[in-house]
T-cell receptor, first 116, second 113 residues
């Protein structure tokens, strides 16, 4: 099976712009989660989507949004970019169907976003 | 507040020596526990996980971890480190029913010849 893919791998934007990142989960996985990784804050959970619905959300401002399509692919969008949004954005997929359990999450290589 | 602590930011180990990376968590209930490894420029790879049962968990690449409820710890160990183990290691927890991982700050492992 192919792993989790993220596009693009690298992105440079300027302050005030918006950006869209894409994530294709492992075939058959219906849950997609997004994480932000920075040297100062470490790895932080952004949100999780399951069957096109946001199921969990982290503590990020409304400038960060996401969506999931019927084929489970997901996009996240950051509007009005700030310098502090420079980070590695990681996507993870899982089956998402374990109910009370927690599924193993498989991570993609990430998108490195630089905001100038 | 829920938190995961990895007290060691950097650790240097000689190749062939044993390794122990520390992880402590603060949660109201026993969470699900994970160790991930991240090589430079790469995503995260799961080494092992603990959900319940035997408190000594075996993972990939020769790693193991022991869950100690009384100490709220989940330390990662390897009996003999290889140069290819140099990477950053993250401990993570998740609560039942939530596909949300809370990560520690990571420990960077350096392996000396």
């Amino acid at each position: 099976k192919a792993g989790v893919t993220q596009t693009p791998r690298y992105l440079i934007k300027t302050r005030g712009q918006q950006v869209t990142l894409s994530c294709s989960p492992i075939s058959g996985h219906r849950s997609v989660s997004w994480y932000q990784q920075t040297p100062g804050q470490g790895l932080q959970f952004l949100f999780e989507y399951f069957s096109e619905t946001q199921r969990n959300k982290g503590n990020f401002p409304g400038r960060f949004s996401g969506r999931q399509f019927s084929n489970s692919r997901s996009e996240m969008n950051v509007s009005t970019l700030e310098l502090g949004d420079s980070a590695l954005y990681l996507c993870a997929s899982s089956t998402g169907t374990s109910g009370e359990a927690v599924d193993e999450q498989f991570f993609g290589p990430g998108t490195r976003l630089t905001v100038l | 507040a829920q938190s995961v602590t990895q007290p060691d930011i950097h650790i240097t180990v000689s190749e062939g020596a044993s390794l122990e990376l520390r992880c402590n968590y603060s949660y109201g209930a026993t969470p699900y526990l994970f160790w991930y490894v991240q090589s430079p420029g790469q995503g995260l790879q799961l080494l092992l996980k603990y959900f319940s049962g035997d408190t000594l968990v075996q993972g990939i690449k020769g790693f193991e971890a022991e869950f100690k409820r009384s100490q709220s710890s989940f330390n990662l160990r390897k009996p003999s480190v290889h140069w290819s183990d140099a990477a950053e290691y993250f401990c993570a927890v998740a609560l039942r029913g939530f596909q949300k991982l809370v990560f520690g700050t990571g420990t960077r492992l350096l392996v000396s010849p």
